[in-house]
């Protein structure tokens, strides 16, 4: 049965343009409340460049992208916290300020992107102004809406993971690089070229569903 789509956009600049309320929790009917559309408008301009950059299109196909990976680390925005908690602390960025641990803080997957190891959390907290306060209290990740959604978007806009990527999620789309290289940046080492291809095709779904919702055609490149 073909899916009614609604509205995309909610009028005025950047992803609010882009991205309703209405279609928000058309995409994510059964969301934990904790993950608000305002949380992520409120992260979003932090960050001025996603679903800003290039022509209607691109931007429409960045919010697919985003939201279509942060589906599948979450569960549809159910998860907030990775079931299987790890101590995770590691810092592989050289930041002298990041290479420490608090006795008893834990840096296991939190967030829609899930962020994890104490490194990113310390350099996701410099990227949002927060100096090395989540290095300190890693749990404002689970606890903070805004600052959840901004450690996704840090990750998506600064980060090409460790798995060989040369570009970061945001400018796989810009560049036309095609949906393919946002998952070879998130995850690819586990996933691409044929590591789990089951993986790999429920975010093609969750892409395609969401392109779809926003009223744009996927583009070419979307498996990895």
């Known amino acids: 049965m073909r899916r009614l789509r609604l509205e995309p956009g909610g009028g005025g600049n950047g992803l609010s343009a882009i991205l309703s309320e209405a279609t928000f929790n058309a995409m994510f009917p059964y969301r934990n409340p904790f993950y608000t559309y305002s949380g992520l408008l409120n992260a979003a301009a932090k960050f001025p460049q996603f679903a800003a950059a290039g022509d209607t299109d691109t931007r429409k196909r960045e919010v697919a992208a985003f939201l279509a990976n942060v589906a599948h680390e979450t569960g549809f925005l159910v998860h907030i916290e990775e079931i299987n908690k790890q101590v995770m ?35 996701a907290s410099k990227g949002l102004g927060l100096g090395v306060r989540l290095l300190n209290e890693p749990e404002l990740v689970a606890r903070d809406a805004s600052i959840s959604w901004g450690t996704a978007l840090w990750f998506w806009m600064t980060q090409t993971g460790a ?62």
């Open 89 to 123: 602390c590691q810092n592989w960025s050289g930041d002298p300020d990041c290479n420490y641990c608090p006795p008893g803080k834990m840096y296991f997957g939190r967030g829609p992107i899930q962020l994890s190891w104490s490194g990113n959390y310390c350099q």
């Open 163 to 224: 798995q060989g990527s040369t570009s970061t999620p945001h400018g796989c789309i810009v560049n036309n690089q095609g949906f393919g290289c946002t998952i070879r940046a998130i995850n690819g080492a586990l996933e691409c070229n044929g590591g789990n291809p089951a993986q790999v095709q429920s975010r093609v779904n969750n892409y395609l569903d969401f392109t779809n919702r926003l009223g744009v055609s996927p583009g070419g490149n979307t498996g990895c």
